[in-house]
């Protein structure tokens, strides 16, 4: 009954991702950059399971994400490489209860999210190789990665001890 319970609990977790990212209220935003709730959900997820799960896991959430954009950039990559070192870490550290270890956590898998984000978007297009596209991106990335670190720690440790507790 436990194992169902926390298979319901990801899913209904999983089913919220969107609607987190399209209705992100205002005070959880940087002049409308929204956190990168995608890092937010796999950080627990990967660090409560084993890498082949979090691994299948991350992959099935970047087809997930991607579904909603209409780019030929992918969050796949990163976040598959993201649940590979967060999982390898959770197995080898069980106790991991600081919160200032999650928002960290948290804020390196944003800006590597955001920066293969933005090396894909200038390897497939080359025309966007100009000085307000880079400065553009640095101002998105860096407010990203601010209100992902602040908000992680709450919403990530939140989710991790539901993960235990179920």
């Not at 935003?29 to 627990?44: D, E, Y």
């Not at 399971?49 to 579904?67: E, Q, T």
């Amino acid at each position: 009954m436990a194992r169902r319970n926390k298979k319901l609990f990801i899913f209904f977790t999983l089913i919220c991702l969107p609607f987190l990212i399209i209705l992100t209220p205002d005070w959880l935003k940087i002049n409308g950059i929204t956190p990168c709730w995608p890092v937010i959900w796999l950080l627990p997820f990967s660090l409560q399971n084993k890498p082949r799960r979090s691994a299948f896991a991350s992959i099935l959430l970047g087809i997930f994400i991607d579904s909603f954009t209409i780019s030929d950039v992918s969050y796949i990559p990163s976040l598959f490489f993201l649940s590979l070192i967060w999982s390898q870490y959770g197995s080898h550290n069980k106790k991991i209860e600081l919160f200032f270890s999650i928002g960290l956590m948290a804020i390196f898998g944003t800006a590597f999210v955001g920066l293969s984000i933005w090396m894909q978007k200038i390897i497939l297009y080359s025309f966007l190789r100009n000085s307000w596209f880079h400065s553009w991106s640095i101002y998105v990335l860096i407010s990203e990665v601010i209100i992902t670190g602040l908000a992680a720690p709450f919403f990530s440790s939140w989710l991790l001890l539901s993960y235990k507790k179920n």
